[in-house]
T-cell receptor, first 114, second 114 residues
């Protein structure tokens, strides 16, 4: 079974600063996908960034980037130039290649302080 | 293009009552999902439908039934609600295209069982 662990239940960051959210996962698969989802107070789940395990290059989407360490089974999210709108729950998720379902971590509540 | 829609947004039931949560997507996706989100936990898969006419159990299927009415619609039924089913329920849909898949989520239904 796949498990996803987020060891930081809550974090805070000053506006305009950088913050890193941690995620580790456990799998025996070699091909898979990793995701970070954002859930603001509206409850809507929004995809922030994805990483294909076969790609060595870390994914980047504007202010969001990941540090993917396949051997260590680690997938952290870095948010640069934090904005008030980044305040949300962030979930790390795993999906096997060709599968349909996502396995989620328990989430990290991020607060951006003005 | 509404994406994934869910009805109702909120519902309160008494123990033993039944109800159906409705979900529809207008993105012509083959796969649809039902998740539940409990406090302090990530989303957990209840049931999914890889394509029209098929359904499969996820991680927490007990107490639920589903129907894939057509390609657009995927409903979740609670036959005899229990307080343990108090949760936020999310519907999602996805499609594999070009070797990539992304799940799109509805806004969620907050269900309280008294």
């Amino acid at each position: 079974a796949q498990t996803v662990t987020q060891s930081q239940p809550e974090m805070s960051v000053q506006e305009a600063e950088t913050v890193t959210l941690s995620c580790t996962y456990d799998t025996s698969e070699n091909n898979y996908y990793l995701f970070w989802y954002k859930q603001p107070p509206s409850r809507q789940m929004i995809l922030v960034i994805r990483q294909e395990a076969y790609k060595q290059q870390n994914a980047t989407e504007n202010r969001f980037s990941v540090n993917f360490q396949k051997a260590a089974k680690s997938f952290s999210l870095k948010i640069s130039d934090s904005q008030l709108g980044d305040t949300a729950m962030y979930f790390c998720a795993f999906m096997m290649t060709g599968a349909n379902n996502l396995f989620f971590g328990t989430g990290t509540r991020l607060t951006v302080i003005p | 293009n509404a994406g994934v829609t869910q009805t109702p947004k909120f519902q309160v039931l008494k123990t033993g009552q039944s109800m159906t949560l409705q979900c529809a997507q207008d993105m012509n996706h083959n796969s649809m999902y039902w998740y539940r989100q409990d406090p302090g936990m990530g989303l957990r898969l209840i049931y999914y439908s890889a394509s029209e006419g098929t359904t499969d159990k996820g991680e927490v299927p007990n107490g639920y039934n589903v129907s894939r009415l057509n390609k657009r619609e995927f409903s979740l039924r609670l036959e005899s609600a229990a307080p343990s089913q108090t949760s936020v329920y999310f519907c999602a849909s996805s499609e594999w295209r070009g070797g990539r898949s992304e799940q799109f989520f509805g806004p969620g239904t907050r269900l309280t069982v008294l």
